[in-house]
């Protein structure tokens, strides 16, 4: 009886354990799709403040 508990205690570790798994691959995917767009993003930042700097240095 004790083996049959400890294997159901097993299995259930094992199922946590991959669904723990599918969690951290899903945030590593997340990760990577939001990295892409990093530069983009700085290059929009930077974009905006030169043409802010310029329009107040050269009244356009």
């Given at each position: ?44 930042a930077w974009l905006g403040a030169v043409l802010a700097v ?7």
């Amino acid at each position: 009886m004790q083996d049959a508990f400890d294997v159901t205690k097993v299995q259930a570790e094992i199922g946590k354990l991959m669904a723990e798994t599918a969690k951290i691959s899903a945030e590593t995917s997340k990760i990577n799709r939001e990295t892409r767009w990093f530069p983009v993003i700085w290059a929009t930042a930077w974009l905006g403040a030169v043409l802010a700097v310029g329009k107040i240095f050269f009244g356009g």
